[in-house]
């Protein structure tokens, strides 16, 4: 018996082809993927750019070392920092101990603990683990508050008491301090590196009920709340601030900013920046050196990366040549062209201009055309004619929110090595939150990335 062949009809199946079809588009996918450059990008912010320096500079007031009219023991009717007047009791003297006082004694006060807690009430809130050394300025400040109460109930114990003792006043109104260091005569002229580098600087405080000699110095007298704060500058720090006139400084030790005129005073052994303040010279009365920081520029816009800017070419063309259609009231250029019948003819274009400054709109090279002509409006043949030639660069970055590069010029308002400051609001400019590339030279105008 003759087997018969068994056939085999082969039967197309859809769900197979679509699958290979799916299968080999995603392995391409991935191949192109992982071959393609990997383009980063950011994201446009606000944000500023602040650029300072830190300085040690040193106190130059208008100040008087006043000397004690004779010899006892000291108690100041007046605290550090306090105002005197013309002829107001300053200090008494006492040829008496204090702890030799008649009736009363020297230990029996009556201090107002509100004053104390006050201070530590507005430390604690303004207290921060950063600044550990406010702590060593709290503590002397209320060591010389509590120095000062109790010499006010000293005085007032000693005066209840007897009728001896030696009242002095203030040869004129002032500032009182209780500091001196020889510094006092210092002016802008006699600062030198020596100085300013506090090399052998000693400060001499004047305490209460002490015994003091005729002729010592007892107290000191600032006549003038005005004052200034000079510092060293090196050739490159004298440049940036060469310009300026007044300058944002904040004093370190308690974070306080404040606007001082400005000025650089030339030494015999280099360049002086001269801070000149109305404020805040009783805070700091008691203080020779202090440490600031200046603020030579801070700006504010969108936030961009150096690493995002690129430079494009434009034509330029003289802010004379544009035109305002009577029709259409747009703006544009009118250039020359030659039509079918190889006649001349004006071709208004309205498109292609990005920037303008004082004296040249930048227009694209690729909607202008290098020896086009531009003319002007109801100018005869051959008058007032430009012809392109001049180029200019702008700065932009590439925009890449519909998925290709696209360039869009930045109006560069500050710069520093990491980051720019670039305008807002400008016409053919990135805009809050548009993505660009972060490093512009790996890409090309007008690529995909994704």
Sequence with gaps: MKEGKEKYNFQLNIGFIVFSIIFVYLTITIVVNLMKENNSVCRVEKGQIV????????????????????????????????????????????????????????????????????????????????????????????????????????????????????????????????????????????????????????????????????????????????????IPLTNEQAKQLADLTSVNVTFKKDNIETLADFYIHEGSDGSYGVLSLNDYMVRYISERYIDIELVYKRASGLKIPTTALVQKDFYQIPIQYLIVDNRSYETGFYCEKTDADGNIVADFRTSGIYYKDDSYFYVSTEDFSLGDYIGKENAGDGEERFRIGATGSLYGVYNVNKGYTQFEIVHILHQNNDYCIVEENLNYSVALYDNIILNSDSVTENQIVY
């Design 51 to 230: 650029n300072s320096d830190s300085f040690r500079g040193i106190c130059l007031r208008d100040e008087q070392v006043v000397n004690a009219a004779g010899n006892g023991y000291i108690n100041y009717y007046v605290g550090e920092g306090d105002k005197a007047s013309s002829n107001g009791k300053v200090y008494l003297l006492n040829a008496n101990p204090p702890s030799e006082n008649t009736s009363g004694g020297s230990g029996n006060y009556t201090i107002d603990y509100s004053e104390l807690r006050d201070y530590i009430t507005v430390f604690t809130k303004n207290y921060s683990d950063s600044q550990f050394s406010q702590i060593y300025s709290l503590n002397a400040s209320l060591q010389s508050l509590a120095t000062e109460m109790v010499s006010a109930a000293e005085i007032r114990n000693y005066e209840a008491n007897t009728s001896s003792g030696q009242v002095v006043t203030a040869p004129n109104s002032g500032t009182v301090s209780y500091c001196y260091d020889g510094y006092e005569n210092l002016t802008v002229e006699t600062v030198n590196r020596t100085i300013l580098s506090g090399s052998g600087y000693e400060l001499h405080q004047i305490n209460p009920f002490t015994y003091i000699e005729s002729g010592q110095p007892a107290y000191k007298l600032v006549s003038d709340h005005q004052w200034q704060i000079v």
